[in-house]
């Protein structure tokens, strides 16, 4: 029996191609007219002015926090339930301090939550938002897209707005999800906020190896990010450097891979909505799982399907009798807040992230992945989960 994997690349003949182009060009490195064109197909697609291309998705977040102007001290509101890259590159990294917020019914930051702590917790003053107790100011939030999810934008931007927060957009996993209604239709994640990252690792809905992107509704900003992530060379040809910069950029073979899967986004994401409607007919509902809902008034890149499992079923045990069966799943993410030394820093509204964290497991969603796999796995998950009635 083949193995299924969870996510894997779906490359073809076209990057061979183009990669191939590239190497025999002999521009393989940081340097290269590929980045040029994957940069500006990358910002068309998102009708943005500018995206600056990068080595990684921890890297364009890490760019957006030093664009945002994130000072040592200062306080960021941050998801608990999220991968550690959405919280370590905007604070740790930048000697700024998390406060941790559970999620809402999308898996993204909870709106309530973050609206209570502004509201309780700090207090405005003339040029911003400070936390009460600690006396630190919160300049801002991150709101990751979770699984191709769309955080509640509405009311999150209104939320910054109002206590004056930054806000910088985690979209590493939602590449393609928009608003198809209300106050952001046509808006697409990443978009709506100062300044939005995506990633291009191995298992995003597309990749380039290694890779990601900045992108920004303030024009220096994208260019400070391109400037930071190029050694902050100001004279080329003397080396001179006006600031601390960093090597972060992308390379031109895995910008000649970017744009031939970027032309096949729309592609994927049709796969995506094929097999995520194929799992929710056979088990949405079914001895009380759940096929977690992407939110209404969006096309989402249902880029992770989140199967939620009834109370009591043993999640690691489904997992590995899964595996036995060559189906790799996983659970979501152990909450960061319980991690590192982030167990000093203050978490509020945390009881449905912690049931969320017991209770979902990812199931197979690669952009390959064809009917006949995806029946696999239905039918092995109805041969482990227990019929109760
Ligand atoms: C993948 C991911 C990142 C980091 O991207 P890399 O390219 O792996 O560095 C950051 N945040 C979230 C939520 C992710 O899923």
Request: hydrophobic letters at 40%; a negative charge.
């Amino acid at each position: 029996m083949a193995f299924i994997p969870l996510s894997v690349p779906n490359v073809g003949a076209e990057e061979t191609e183009k990669v191939a182009q590239a190497v025999t060009s002999s521009w393989v490195s940081t340097g290269g007219q590929l980045i040029n064109d994957f940069e500006e197909a990358f910002a068309s697609y998102l009708h943005m002015p500018r995206a600056v291309a990068c080595n990684s998705g921890s890297s364009a977040l890490h760019l957006a926090a030093l664009v945002s102007g994130i000072q040592r001290g200062d306080e960021v509101i941050v998801p608990t339930l999220t991968f550690i890259a959405a919280v370590n590159p905007v604070t740790r990294y930048m000697g700024a301090e998390p406060v941790f917020i559970g999620c809402d019914d999308s898996l993204c930051i909870d709106p309530d939550a973050v609206e209570e702590f502004c509201f309780q917790y700090c207090e405005m003053r003339e040029n911003g938002l400070y936390n009460k107790s600690t006396g630190a100011r919160v300049r801002a939030m991150v709101v990751v897209h979770v699984f191709g999810n769309m955080a509640d934008m509405e009311r999150l931007m209104k939320i910054a707005h109002r206590y004056g927060l930054l806000v910088i957009e985690d979209a590493t996993e939602a590449l393609g999800t928009r608003y198809t209604q209300g106050a952001y239709e046509g808006k697409y994640a990443g978009t709506i906020g100062d300044v939005g990252c995506f990633s291009f690792n191995g298992n995003k809905i597309i990749t380039t190896g290694a890779g990601g992107m900045v992108v920004s509704n303030h024009p220096d900003w994208a260019e400070h990010a391109k400037h930071l992530s190029t050694q902050a060379k100001a004279d080329v040809l003397q080396f001179l450097h006006d600031e601390v910069g960093y090597n972060y950029r992308m390379t031109n073979l895995q910008a000649a891979m970017g744009l031939c899967q970027l032309a096949k986004l729309e592609k994927f994401i049709a796969t995506k909505e094929e097999n995520y409607d194929h799992y929710k007919r056979a088990l949405d509902g079914v001895r009380g799982m759940k096929i977690l809902p992407f939110r209404e008034g969006t096309r989402s890149n249902k880029w992770f399907y989140s199967l939620y499992l009834p109370e009591g079923v043993d999640r690691d045990g489904l997992m590995e009798a899964l595996n036995q069966r060559q189906i790799q799943t996983r659970p979501i993410w152990a909450l960061i807040h319980q991690q590192c030394d982030y167990g000093r820093n203050a978490a509020y509204a945390l009881a449905r992230a912690l049931d969320y964290r017991k209770r979902i497991i990812n199931i197979p969603c690669s952009t390959n992945l064809t009917a006949e796999e995806c029946g696999r796995v239905i039918t092995a998950i109805l041969d482990l989960v227990p019929n109760k009635e």
